[in-house]
């Protein structure tokens, strides 16, 4: 017995008309999206700073008009986190609409994690946001008390979806390898098509036809005995392979024991196997108690900012920045100079550029304050008046606008027990749930650098390798492996993974090991060399996850580097040569090298 759960939305704004693909694709049991990131959590925050009414996610709204009688007519539960910091008011909204449409939907909503009332208490300072991650029993609790919808504040993105599988199975607190294993479905189905093809750095590879329609959303099919298969609905666009299920098993992790306030999954124990097409089944998935703490998200105002992009064309690039710089450092230093002023130069000019594109580099300049003035008109005037006597060739990519609030991001922990988690049932009857009681002690678990990590060591030594190995050519990383990169606050990881058909796959996974330690990866990644790194292997994913701590700065909200979510940072590894056994490379491969 399994039911089918899919997902219609990895984020606030993602495609609009998933929920009715989903809908009308195919068998499903329980369809769920996930609307929250840390920076939509900001977001909203001054959404309702606007307006007291607001706070969730519109376009869950829109895609509930269109859709919800066709989800009452096909028997599909909606379990969604897109209440954000007012899933009352996205409850009560839901129900107006049902009520215009003459449905009969019974609609539950569960909160709790807003803890900005008691930042005080809590020592969070002076936020705007303070939202804990609850776990997956409230949602359970309501969809077995007979809801149609619910909708949640902040909880884990898993919850989702660990949730409709705790109700219809019955599962317990104890039940700790199933209940993590239906947290990796939930990660993996999560981000939506992340899972069958998107941002998969594969993408050229895919079965024929994968990119003839839009890929399909994910479904996972979860069995009592906690066994998975990951899947999409036939017809659909994208693919489910090996592959495409680990690039999102790798997505925005840390340590290989993946807390949550339900369970710790452990991701080293996971193993996928291709079972069909567009199949993937995941086994072996064990769970550990979940910390006695569970993670808050804080946004705050951080300041304000501005920035300007200087476009510096054809020969003398390093002189030009240098003038303009010169130039602009003394118009901030004349007046009320910012507190943070930041430069970067990126070498985008190309020898004998065939195109004015390929001889142009980008320097751009990035201000902070604590006050709006120093980084409003006097620096967007600063730069605008350098126009005809600074170097040759001088433009911007866009005038300097006024400065703009930004907000930063950070994390806290706070006991599970000082969380109230409520599900107000759709006749307003209010039922708390107990936090978990078989939680880790201290003991088992650190935290070192706002990072969550296992204590234990988990014993994947590098293996010695051949005389093979001694064979090299130079040839970009990604000839050969894998990668997906993601952000966690001002942390990145990036996840590189050997793929699934390689025919030498024990080898070239000891090689990998090998090669990515703290001196290789600093030296292809440059921009962590002074910066604390976590390098965590995956052996049963053939993967080797490494987290940069602070490349981000204070989180996408406030960064300035030109990435500032690490989306691309894995494919910038990959682009990286470095010596690569011959004997690795495919035949085609070896060509692009040679």
């Known amino acids: 017995m399994s039911i089918r759960v899919g997902n219609c939305s ?24 996930d609307y929250l990131a840390e920076l939509t959590m900001l977001i ?16 869950f709204v829109r895609q509930m008009t269109d859709s919800m009688a066709l989800a009452k007519d096909r028997g599909v539960r909606i379990v969604a986190n897109a209440g ?18 003459g449905l009969d939907v019974a609609i539950a909503h569960v909160e709790g994690d807003d803890l900005r009332e008691r930042a005080a208490e809590l020592s969070f300072g002076d936020v705007l946001t303070a939202n804990a991650y609850l776990g997956a029993f409230g949602i359970a609790s309501a969809l077995s008390a007979g809801a149609d919808v619910v909708v949640t504040g902040r909880v884990t993105d898993a919850s989702v979806v660990v949730g409709p599988a705790v ?3 019955g599962w317990g607190r104890d039940d700790l390898d199933r209940l993590a294993a239906a947290v990796v479905a939930g990660h993996v189905i999560e981000c939506g098509t992340q899972a069958t093809g998107g941002n998969f750095s594969g993408f050229a590879d895919l079965p024929d036809g994968a990119w003839d329609r839009p890929p399909g959303f994910p479904i996972a099919e979860i069995s009592e005995d906690g066994s998975v298969v990951i899947t999409k609905h036939e017809g659909t666009g994208g693919a489910v392979t090996v592959d495409t299920v680990t690039a999102q098993l790798v997505y925005e992790i840390g340590s290989p024991v993946y807390l949550g306030p339900d369970v710790s999954a452990r991701l080293d124990s996971v193993t996928l196997r291709q079972d069909g097409t567009d199949r993937v089944a995941i086994d072996g998935v064990v769970g550990e108690p979940p910390p006695a703490t569970t993670k808050v998200c804080l946004n705050e105002l951080g300041g304000f900012r501005n920035g300007v992009e200087f476009l510096l064309t054809g020969l003398d690039i390093p002189r030009k920045a240098d003038l303009v710089r010169r130039q602009m450092e003394a118009a901030l230093s004349a007046g009320q100079r910012p507190e943070t002023v930041e430069w970067h130069l990126d070498r985008t000019d190309t020898p004998d550029p065939a195109t004015q594109a390929h ?23 600063a730069a605008v008046q350098l126009a005809l006597g600074s170097y040759p060739g001088f433009s911007v990519s866009r005038p300097p606008a006024a400065g703009s609030p930004y907000g930063v991001y950070r994390a806290a922990y706070v006991p599970q027990t000082e969380v109230p ?30 990072v969550s990590v296992h204590a234990t060591p988990l014993g994947a030594a590098n293996a010695p390798l051949g005389d093979w190995a001694g064979d090299t050519v130079r040839a970009p990383l990604g000839r050969l492996v894998h990668a997906r990169s993601g952000d966690k606050g001002g942390d990145a990881n990036v996840g590189v993974w050997i793929p699934a058909d390689h025919p030498n796959l024990h080898d070239a996974y000891a090689w990998l090991v090998n090669l990515l330690d703290e001196p290789t990866i600093r030296e292809l990644l440059p921009e962590a060399a002074t910066l604390p790194l976590e390098i965590h292997p995956l052996p049963s994913l053939a993967a080797v996850n490494v987290v940069i701590h602070g490349l981000l700065g204070e989180g996408v909200a406030s960064s300035t580097r030109l990435d500032p979510q690490a989306k691309g940072l894995g494919e910038w590894l990959r682009a990286r040569d470095c010596a690569v056994p011959r004997i690795l490379l495919s035949d085609s491969s070896k060509e692009d090298v040679l």
């Open 10 to 33: 990895g984020y606030y704004g993602d495609r609009l008309s998933a929920m009715r693909e989903m809908l009308d694709g195919g068998e499903l049991d329980y369809l769920t999206g």
């Open 44 to 59: 909203l925050g001054r959404d309702r700073m606007k307006d007291e009414s607001l706070g969730y996610a519109k376009t």
């Open 84 to 101: 954000g910091l007012n899933p009352a008011a996205l409850a009560t909204r839901l129900r107006e609409i049902a009520a215009s449409q």
């Open 167 to 169: 109700a219809h199975f």
């Open 359 to 381: 001889a142009t580099s980008l320097l751009r300049l990035h201000v902070r304050s604590a006050r709006p003035e120093p980084v409003g008109r006097a620096f967007s005037d």
């Open 421 to 450: 988690h409520v599900v107000v049932h759709p006749d307003g009857r209010r039922e708390d749930v107990p936090p978990p009681t078989g939680t880790a002690s201290g003991a088992d678990r650190t935290v070192r650098d706002g």
